[in-house]
């Protein structure tokens, strides 16, 4: 054979196996590209499934501390229902106390005792004791109510509710007459001017005792006020031709107007007189 045709034929599988290099080449880019592909979807794909995990994975933790909140274990959709099914007072709709006067026109002014005077709406103020030795249970009685038991202090009206809601009743009556105002306004200004700011204690050094002024509470302020207005009625009416629930009227009238007339301003200002004293 001669010597051209011999190199042809050596360098043919040569060639060959160079096309068949470059195919195996193009073949294995192709493929990793497609891997790449099919990694980062994947990648994606674990992303959201680890996402929709951690997602259900949250909702009942929330679920569970809902449950924790609500009383006894019952869920908050049934609570919600339950606050929206409750009648919120309109003016001019809701109860009136007696049948004649409204408690969404009254206003109480002082911030001290705004948390403690109960005026939400009702008509018949009388709950039966229903918030009795409860821890302040009595911000949830309204005040009229609380007027009310603390009338039933002397040895003729102990435990008649029914007379002291009757003298109440028609003390409002007259205030109304008097006034032209809503008696129940007129009642929350005179427990405003005769609720005490500052009272005194008893300190002991050694054996002897000390008094020491200090501030009094919203809670107590409200309490001694009530009682020195009932007291004040009740005192008035002894030997006196006047009924009952005048004498209560007439005192929470000149309460309400700061005058020293009133047993509960005089005694209000005895207590600051003192404790200013005792400083």
């Given at each position: ?9 050596e ?22 590209l ?38 006894k ?20 709709l ?50 009229v ?33 008097r006034t ?43 309490d ?56």
């Open positions: 054979m001669p010597e051209d045709e011999s190199n042809k034929i360098q043919s599988p040569r060639s060959e196996q160079k096309e068949t290099g470059e195919q195996n080449t193009k073949e294995t880019k192709e493929n990793s497609k891997n790449k592909d099919t990694s980062t979807e994947n990648k994606e794909m674990l992303k959201e499934e680890d996402k929709t995990k951690k997602s259900e994975e949250k909702k009942p933790k929330e679920e569970k501390e809902d449950v924790e909140k609500t009383p274990g019952k869920p908050k959709e049934e609570i919600k229902m339950k606050v929206e099914t409750k009648p919120e007072p309109i003016l001019g809701s109860p009136l106390i007696f049948g004649k006067y409204d408690l969404m026109e009254v206003e109480v002014e002082d911030p001290g005792l705004k948390r403690y005077i109960n005026i939400t709406p009702i008509g018949i103020p009388h709950t039966g004791a229903k918030h009795a030795n409860k821890w302040f249970g009595k911000m949830k009685v309204n005040v109510e609380r007027l009310i038991n603390n009338m039933m202090r002397s040895e003729h009206s102990t435990g008649k509710k029914f007379f002291a809601y009757r003298t109440v009743k028609n003390a409002f009556d007259i205030i109304n007459k032209k105002q809503n008696p129940v306004q007129v009642l929350i200004f005179a427990l405003q001017n005769s609720s005490p700011k500052e009272e005194i204690t008893r300190l002991r050094f050694g054996g002897i005792s000390v008094p020491k002024a200090v501030d009094t509470s919203s809670s107590h302020r409200l001694v006020a009530l009682r020195n207005i009932c007291k004040g009625a009740v005192n008035a009416s002894h030997k006196n031709k006047k009924r009952m629930a005048v004498c209560l009227a007439e005192e929470i009238i000149l309460a309400s107007k700061a005058d020293m007339n009133s047993f509960a301003i005089s005694k209000k200002e005895e207590m600051e007189r003192i404790a200013a004293s005792a400083r």
